[in-house]
């Protein structure tokens, strides 16, 4: 089974801070992906990487940025936490190709104050 | 783009009925939707998918079909089970750019 492990479960920092969320996956998968979910909003992705040290801006980048310098690594940067960026993250990834479900870490919920 | 609309925000049912989940589409190209569950504090996982080529597809008790015309695809679950209740996402994988978009989920309740 793919797994996808995100390094925190719960994250409390203050307004301001530089915050890195970190994510890895063991199955060697090509694709992985940066959401936040929030109630009523469903699942929106910040974004993407098709591949080491390439990345692509999903739908809500803006305050984000990410790293990936290893296939199995892909860090979400908060420059400068705010609180409208309290919400729960969701790291991803996929093999590609057509149809390939995204699996999925368990989560962090960030709460900035 | 695509969007993706879950209209209705909850469904409650009896155990052993029949759970529906409507999800719509606003864009005729697409290759694949996805269904995904999602328990409370864990991740969405990949339930059941459907191509643009297929009405329909089974997987044990869950079924999804299809309607391109009225550009709408519905999750079946039967019999429903209260295991079965979580949060369920439809997502439209655009396999050109390797993203997926997610509705805003409906929250299936099935009480014992």
């Known amino acids: 089974d793919v797994k996808v492990t995100q390094s925190s479960r719960y994250l409390v920092k203050r307004t301001g801070e530089k915050v890195f969320l970190e994510c890895v996956q063991d199955?060697?998968?090509?694709?992985m992906f940066w959401y936040r979910q929030d109630p009523g909003l469903g699942l929106r992705l910040i974004y993407f990487?098709?591949?080491?040290?390439?990345?692509e801006k999903g739908d809500i980048p803006e305050g984000y940025s990410v790293s990936r310098e290893k296939k199995e690594r892909f860090s979400l940067i908060l420059e400068s936490a705010s609180t409208n960026q309290t919400s729960m993250y969701l790291c991803?990834?996929?093999?590609?190709?057509?149809?390939?479900?995204?699996?999925f870490g368990n989560g962090t919920r960030l709460t900035v104050t | 783009d695509q969007q993706v609309k879950q209209n209705s925000p909850s469904l409650s049912v009896q155990e052993g009925r029949i759970s529906i989940l409507n999800c719509d589409y606003t864009?005729?190209?697409?290759?694949?939707f996805l269904w995904y569950k999602k328990y409370p504090a864990e991740g969405p996982t990949f339930l059941i998918s459907?191509?643009?080529?297929?009405d329909k597809n089974e997987d044990g008790r869950f079924t999804v079909f299809l309607n391109k015309s009225a550009k709408h695809l519905s999750l079946h679950i039967v019999p429903s089970q209260p295991g079965d209740s979580a949060v369920y996402f439809c997502?439209?994988?655009?396999?050109?750019?390797?993203?997926?978009?997610f509705g805003d989920g409906t929250t299936l309740t099935v009480k014992p």
């Open positions: 991803a990834s996929s093999l590609g190709g057509a149809g390939s479900p995204l699996h």
């Open positions: 199955m060697d998968h090509e694709n």
């Open positions: 990487s098709y591949d080491v040290k390439m990345k």
């Open positions: 864009n005729s190209m697409f290759d694949y």
């Open positions: 459907i191509s643009s080529i297929k």
């Open positions: 997502a439209h994988i655009n396999t050109n750019a390797g993203k997926s978009t």
